[in-house]
């Protein structure tokens, strides 16, 4: 069972900057796609960058063109997400995901083509 651990969440005013990480557990031997989603109360979850494992491509959600990086490094079994000039619209939840679906390279930013989620960190940006 692949467990991912988000960190890096917090509260910053806007303009400012933070950078996710999420350590994964161990990695399978199929896996094809890693994201970020976030959810804000009372809307759905929104992808919002993902990388093909096999290409190591991205995309981005349109919230997070232009202002979200997203990449890893696996020799510290970690992801992260570089988030920069942040607005009061980017204050939600924000959850790492694995993919060990090969339907995720159609896309990587639909939430049901992963199959394990971490606990979810908090940004506040005001």
């Known amino acids: 069972q692949v467990q991912l651990v988000e960190s890096g969440g917090g509260s910053v005013q806007a303009g400012g900057s933070l950078r996710l990480s999420c350590t994964v557990s161990e990695y399978t031997s199929s896996r094809y796609c890693m994201g970020w989603f976030r959810q804000a109360p009372g809307k759905e979850r929104e992808g919002v960058a993902t990388?093909?494992?096999?290409?190591?491509?991205?995309s981005y959600g349109d919230s997070a063109t232009g202002r979200f990086t997203i990449s890893e490094d696996k020799a510290k079994n970690t992801l992260y997400l570089q988030m920069n000039s942040l607005k009061p619209d980017d204050t939600a939840v924000y959850y790492c995901?694995?993919?060990?679906?090969?339907?995720?390279?159609?896309?990587?930013?639909?939430?049901?083509?992963?199959?394990?989620w971490g606990q979810g960190t908090q940004v506040t940006v005001s």
């Open positions: 995901s694995y993919s060990r679906q090969i339907a995720c390279l159609a896309n990587g930013l639909a939430g049901s083509q992963y199959d394990y």
């Open positions: 990388i093909y494992i096999l290409s190591e491509t991205t």
